[in-house]
């Protein structure tokens, strides 16, 4: 027997601040309707699923993924009109690319900057790295405090600033006349994290050549492919090549890489599921709204954000009738109360909302439909 434990070995190698880290909790959703992670509800057509196997079948998967997928890159660089001058860097998920951008800019003293509440990763990617972040609150009406933000911006000088566009989870899309001037006044690179722009009415994709320190990061994991991991950054060549030499080599699959390609092949079939999404997204959202005691709000994305009271009982409400959703209540103070439901298929989004009925008389919320 060694003197020493591993508990003890634990505790004086690992960093402190990844000793005080919680990680990143995904909870068992077996036998569920899982509303909670912002999947597209939806596969393909059964002809394009007999495709995907036979090319799925085919693959060399004894060899290692071409490194640098070109026929890929050019269908995603065709779709988003890119100019020549600019390019496309592939990530495993955009949390890759996140990891990726932070890495590359994080010298000594150097910030990254987001808005809270958001999406966490840009927070817990810093403390993984050792990189000090700031997040800048919200106004309480999830729209961007651009008095607050021009101001942290000066004060922090930030190497790297994300801003999510709609955002999660509040699914808001911030005013573009507020980015812009968040873009025009930072010194460092801004980041358009556009993970929802499937279901969202702008982008800023076309602004690229207008602003040297500005790139968009996207993924089609909300669009149906969360389970292929693939995410993705346009912007001039001068920023993706540093990029490119941080990425690992194989970072994206032989069948990611495939399947992704036949997939964009079909992309009016994935945008026609989104157009179902959004519309079934408004129906969710009327009946929410008509629920005396909620407070839903306005959506760009693929989910909703909405308040009640007893929200960790009307979540574990839902959870005993078999709905999965999250819950936001416990973590940033302006997320009090708040859980976000994924819209789904509708007949999954009639069982949430007769769950979420029952959940709200079961805490004293006598339900008051319209
Ligand atoms: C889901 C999400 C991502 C991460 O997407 P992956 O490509 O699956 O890693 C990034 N940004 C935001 C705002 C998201 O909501």
């Known amino acids: 027997m060694s003197p020493v434990s591993a508990a003890s070995l634990v505790q004086s190698l690992i960093r402190p601040e990844i000793l005080a880290l919680h990680g990143y909790h995904v909870p068992d959703s077996g036998g569920y309707i899982k509303l909670d992670a912002m999947e597209n509800p939806y596969l393909v057509p059964d002809a394009l699923r007999e495709e995907i196997a036979a090319i799925v079948g085919n693959a060399q998967i004894n060899r290692y993924p071409n490194p640098n997928p070109t026929s890929l890159k050019q269908k995603i660089s065709a779709l988003l009109n890119l100019p020549d001058d600019m390019s496309v860097l592939l990530g495993n998920g955009s949390d890759e690319l996140i990891q990726l951008l932070a890495m590359a800019v994080n010298k000594p003293d150097a910030v990254v900057l987001s808005v809270e509440p958001s999406f966490v990763m840009y927070k817990m990617i810093a403390t993984f790295i050792d990189m000090r972040y700031v997040g800048v609150p919200l106004a309480a009406d999830f729209s961007l405090d651009l008095a607050a933000m ?47 722009y499937a279901f969202a009415s702008d982008s800023f994709v076309p602004q690229l050549s207008e602003y040297p320190n500005l790139l968009v990061m996207r993924t089609f994991s909300k669009l149906g492919m969360a389970g292929l991991r693939l995410g993705f950054l346009v912007g001039s060549t001068l920023w993706l090549e540093q990029l490119e030499k ?125």
């Open 246 to 370: 941080l990425r690992l080599p194989y970072n994206v699959g032989v069948l990611p890489q495939l399947v992704a390609e036949k997939l964009l092949d079909n992309h009016d079939v994935l945008l026609a599921q989104a157009e179902q999404i959004k519309f079934d997204r408004s129906a969710l959202y009327q009946q929410l709204a008509a629920i005396s005691g909620l407070q839903v709000f306005a959506s760009e994305a693929n989910f909703l954000l909405f308040r009640v009271v007893n929200a960790t009982d009307v979540f574990n409400g839902l959870k005993q009738r078999g709905v999965l959703i999250k819950n936001l209540n416990g973590g940033h103070p302006m997320l009090t109360d708040c859980l976000r439901v994924t819209v789904g298929a509708p007949e999954e989004n009639q069982k949430f909302i007769a769950a979420l009925q029952e959940s709200l008389s079961d805490v004293g919320l006598a339900p008051d439909l319209q």
């Open 150 to 196: 021009l101001a942290a911006i000066e004060r922090e000088q930030p190497a790297l600033i994300f801003l999510a566009y709609p955002n999660n989870p509040t699914g808001n899309i911030f005013s573009a006349d507020d980015v812009r001037q968040i873009i025009a006044a930072a010194p460092g690179l801004v980041v358009i994290d556009e993970a929802y």
